[in-house]
């Protein structure tokens, strides 16, 4: 008579009679029920950490890609001497063939669109209050295609007023208690040129348009203005300061740093987004490193707990192994049966772990709203709220590990049974 293939119907049946036993029986032991919970809490823990890093990665790039440019090219600083005093003078580079610069960087391919603008640094006022601002000249043609800035679910005013006036962000406009309609004074350190030197230049301009980005450190500090009266309030006349690019693939927007330097021309130099937020994004993928390493510890310790619960289960079950060995059951066979049991255990947690995880994981937003406005700080954190993103992967892994897990240290305690001598187990009975 052939012998049973591994794993068939009776080892699964045997296996699953033992773990619904009452303790009284010898079945499932207390820590059996210890490392369920805890596999369950381990890999709910896994999965949702995992969902608000990647929503918070995710959010993060949005709102810097939504708001700014992939890329840009600016020109670099030119030094001259005095030839009076000999003096050595670094001037900016500007950018005075701009309208023909973006249109060769506009023919790369992969580029989008590109955009001249004047950038300064000034300060706002308003009915005594002050804020400070960078300004970003740039066309009302440009600004509309900006997706975060652009935005008529969140922003206030019409973009078609733009060049009469000025687009500030929801941040600023709060800070100043100001609205559409309203006007502020912006202040630049470098302005009129007189013979008693450079003064201040203070102009007052009209609120036509209030946007929320969605970032903290945007909405609180960024004001853009019509392209010619950037030019004019900065001492900017007919040049620009740097061309912004936008590419099909920010994600790789690397690629295109060399085409770019090329065609700009000599003297060119190219900033990317992930020059600028490079450091954060690394920081990022090693704290998701770090916190996967933690929580995979943690699920390591409710695993092993199966170890005690199966050590225990051998030790009540000692007479049914020698009864069962004596029937023709193999070593192999006694071995499966346990086996499974504690694969049973880390199964039925790991599948109890994943549903709560992503039930915490769809609603981390409305469990932030119970703590309270306090538990989300946007001012350190840059975006309004905590973001979650599930995706298929992170569950698989965290399935993955905890499944691997509670495998592995099963062996051991089956493999102790299955070694059981029969004569021994029986020699009191």
């Known amino acids: 008579m052939p012998s049973p293939r591994p794993f068939s119907g009776y080892e699964f049946l045997i296996a699953w009679r033992y773990l619904r036993a009452r303790r009284a029986e010898g079945g499932v032991s207390v ?139 929801s941040g600023i406009a709060r800070e100043l208690g100001v609205g559409i309609g309203d006007r502020i004074r912006l202040i630049a350190p470098e302005g009129a040129q007189t013979a008693f030197g450079t003064t201040p230049r203070v102009n007052a301009y009209e609120i036509t348009y209030i946007f929320t980005a969605g970032r903290y450190d945007i909405d609180r500090t960024r004001v853009y203005m019509p392209l010619a009266e950037a030019q004019s309030y900065f001492n900017r006349e007919d040049v620009a300061d740097e061309i912004e690019i936008y590419v099909d693939d920010p994600e790789h927007v690397a690629n295109w740093t060399l085409p770019l330097i090329e065609a700009a021309g000599e003297g060119a130099q190219v900033w990317t987004w992930q020059d600028s937020s490079g450091s954060f994004l690394r920081a990022l993928d090693i704290e998701d490193d770090v916190m996967f390493i933690i929580l995979s510890v943690l699920v390591l310790i409710a695993t092993m707990n199966i170890t005690s619960g199966l050590i225990m289960l051998v030790k009540n079950k000692g007479r049914d192994i020698g009864i069962l060995r004596t029937m023709g059951l193999t070593e192999g066979a006694v071995l499966r049966v346990f086996f499974l049991c504690g694969a049973f255990t880390g199964v039925i947690g790991t599948v109890i772990g994943v549903v709560l995880g992503v039930i915490v994981a769809l609603n981390v937003d409305h469990i932030m709203a119970l703590l309270g406005s306090g538990a989300w700080d946007a001012s350190v954190r840059g975006i309004y709220e905590l973001p979650s993103k599930l995706r298929a992967v992170d569950i698989g892994k965290a399935v993955a590990l905890s499944l691997t897990l509670s495998f592995l240290v099963t062996i051991i305690p089956a493999a102790r049974a299955a070694r059981m001598n029969p004569v021994e187990a029986l020699r009191y009975e």
């Not at 896994?46 to 949005?62: C, K, N, S």
């Not at 006022?125 to 935005?151: H, K």
């Open 31 to 169: 820590m059996t029920w210890i490392s369920l919970i805890g596999i369950a809490l381990g890999v709910a823990a896994l999965i949702v950490t995992l969902a608000v890093r990647t929503g918070f990665r995710a959010e993060f790039v949005d709102t810097i890609l939504g708001a700014n440019a992939h890329t840009t090219v600016y020109m670099s600083p030119t030094s001259f001497e005095n030839e009076l005093t000999g003096e050595i003078y670094t001037q900016p580079g500007r950018i005075s063939d701009y309208d023909d610069m973006a249109t060769r960087l506009a023919a790369i391919d992969g580029v989008i669109r590109t955009a001249p603008v004047v950038k300064g640094q000034v300060m706002a006022t308003a009915d005594g209050r002050a804020n400070v601002a960078e300004v970003f000249g740039i066309s009302a043609e440009n600004l509309a295609r900006i997706p975060r800035i652009a935005d008529p679910e969140t922003a206030y005013g019409n973009l078609s007023d733009f060049e009469n006036g000025i687009a500030i962000g």
